[in-house]
Nanobody
């Protein structure tokens, strides 16, 4: 029903910035909460940031507060993650996901992921 495609990952140095983008298909994009997750090698997938259906509410993991910003443009069916002041511990595969439940649960649709690598 929903297809998600991430882009914008890459290799950067600590302190640099990256902007991830997620393009969604379908006509019901605005009805989903959208989130960004990440998974580092040997670690469980964790939520990084999320935004509500209308964009009025956001959630951030403590580890990224003040550095990352999530936004969405329902007219363009996109959700973005601006990542500033990147740290080596931010290295992971980042996934875009869509939820019909809430910003912190019920994620049913996932993209393929984009690699973010931050060197020291």
């Amino acid at each position: 029903q929903v297809q998600l495609v991430e882009s914008g990952g890459g290799l950067v140095q600590a302190g640099d910035s990256l902007r991830l983008s997620c393009a969604a298909s379908g006509r019901t994009f605005s009805s989903y909460a959208m989130g960004w997750f990440r998974q580092a090698p040997g670690k469980a997938r964790e939520i990084v940031a999320a935004v509500s259906w209308g964009g009025g509410s956001t959630y951030y993991a403590d580890s990224v507060k003040g550095r990352f910003t999530i936004s969405r443009d329902n007219a363009k069916n996109t959700v973005n993650l601006q990542m500033n002041s990147l740290k080596p511990e931010d290295t992971a595969v980042y996934y875009c996901a869509a939820s019909l439940s809430s910003m912190t649960s019920g994620y049913l649709y996932w993209g393929q992921g984009t690699q973010v690598t931050v060197s020291s």
